[in-house]
Structure formats: structure tokens, C-alpha cells
């Protein structure tokens, strides 16, 4: 197997669970440089066994990708029971000119942030990159609605009716 190297790299990891290796240190791992797709396509490390035969390195170790930066040459891999639904399930990180990506290290998150992320993923599936996703955008639904709340609240209550005011409308454009 041409990427057995990397394969039996990522079954000597354990007990970790999550891992980033430069593309240089896969290179180096395996012998032989990495091909041009992996430097440009980022569906060259899309966790999937069709037309990817270089994948299967991972798979079969039990490993899936989790993060990629093609900026800093970087892979990030997670252990596939840690992580049911990987990024490019979700099709996040692998999408080909997708739009630019907000990454950020696990360490800046609060111990309660942390707790939120991983129960939500645990609750509802997926990674805590969807939990992430999930949990953003729901804050933000919240926000607006508690924006909106505010503005009703503070707004002088109109003595007008909708309906006269339909009415009103009518009747000045049949002037």
C-alpha cells in the first residue's frame, strides 16, 4: 500500500485522539511528496474511499481529516469514534473555492464553552466544528429576537389599527 506509512503512523498515536501534521511531516513520513492535487484540491483529503485511494491510509487506521489549511501546509486528523460526522461530511472544510474559514485554537474557549460545544455535538451528532457552526447560529437568532423584543418594548404603542391604515393607503391612491 503506497500510504501504508502514514497509516501505520496514525495507529501508533494512540491514545490520542485528535492530531496536525504539516505537509512536510507526511511527506517525510511517507517517503515521497505528497501530489500536486493535495497541495491545490482540499477534496484530495475529503474522508471518502472513491477515488481516493490515498484516504484509505487514514480510514483503515481509524483516523478522519478534521481540519485543513492549505495556507499553512497543515492537516488536522481526529479518531473517527471521537469524531462521527469528520468536516468533510459536513463539507465544511473541503469544499472546492469555498469561502474563507474561521479557525481558532481549542485553548481560547472557556471551560464552559468547551462543556456547551461537546455536549451539543453529543446530543445531536456531528463534530464540534457543526456544534460550533450550530451553536453561532442560533446566538444569533436569539440576539435578534431579543432586538427586536427591545424595539416593540421601547416604541410608543400606535393608536392607529392596521386595518385603518390599509384604508388610509386605498384611499389616497384612488385620489
Not at 50 to 56: C, K, Q, Y
Not at 93 to 117: C, H, K, N, S
Amino acid at each position: 500500500m503506497k500510504y501504508g506509512p502514514l497509516k501505520h503512523h496514525l495507529e501508533g498515536l494512540f491514545p490520542a485522539v485528535e492530531t496536525r501534521l504539516d505537509f512536510a511531516d507526511i511527506e517525510r513520513i511517507l517517503g515521497f511528496g505528497l501530489p500536486r492535487s493535495a497541495y491545490e484540491h482540499p477534496a484530495w483529503w475529503s474522508n471518502t474511499r472513491a477515488g481516493h485511494s490515498h484516504a484509505a491510509a487514514w480510514l483503515d487506521a481509524g483516523w478522519k481529516t478534521a481540519a485543513l489549511d492549505r495556507a499553512a501546509r497543515t492537516v488536522g486528523f481526529v479518531k473517527a469514534e471521537a469524531a462521527p460526522a469528520g468536516v468533510a461530511e459536513e463539507q465544511a472544510a473541503f469544499l472546492q473555492d469555498a469561502p474563507a474559514m474561521v479557525t481558532f485554537p481549542l485553548a481560547a474557549l472557556g471551560e464552559r464553552a468547551l462543556r456547551m460545544i461537546d455536549e451539543h455535538a453529543k446530543e445531536h451528532g456531528g463534530d464540534r466544528a457543526g456544534a460550533c457552526v450550530t451553536l453561532l447560529n442560533q446566538l444569533a437568532n436569539d440576539r435578534l429576537v431579543a432586538m427586536v423584543e427591545w424595539f416593540q418594548n421601547a416604541s410608543t404603542p400606535s393608536t392607529i389599527s392596521g386595518a385603518d391604515l390599509i384604508r388610509e393607503d386605498r384611499d389616497s391612491d384612488e385620489r
